[in-house]
């Protein structure tokens, strides 16, 4: 079945990077669109970022633009988010998404 299982998760202190990795199985991975989504303490899920089947085509929530990099791999069936320049803002726990299917999340605090 399709699975999808999320890592790179941990605590940094602000201006910190993470790299988040999502592993997945049960599809054609080079055929879909992969997302990360996160939700905080108290919030809705919000939507952080996109990549195409592709790759090429790549879209940031404003809220990241600039520090955060959605990437992929295909051969590897890998989608990666790098996050840099952490704010107490970003903690939350991340979830790699495709179409219906979520992963179990990664937690990620940014806290000094």
């Known amino acids: 079945q399709v699975q999808l299982v999320e890592s790179g998760g941990g605590s940094v202190r602000p201006g910190g990077s993470l790299k988040l990795s999502c592993a997945a199985s049960?599809?054609?991975?080079?055929?879909?669109?992969m997302s990360w989504y996160r939700q905080a303490p108290g919030k809705e899920r919000e939507w952080v970022a996109s990549i195409d089947s592709t790759g090429r085509i790549t879209k940031h929530a404003d809220s990241v633009k600039g520090r955060f990099t959605i990437s992929r791999d295909n051969y590897k069936k890998t989608v990666s988010l790098q996050m840099n320049s952490l704010e107490t803002e970003d903690t939350a726990v991340y979830y790699c998404?495709?179409?219906?299917?979520w992963g179990q999340g990664t937690q990620v605090t940014v806290s000094s």
């Open positions: 998404k495709t179409r219906n299917t």
């Open positions: 049960g599809f054609i991975f080079s055929l879909a669109n």
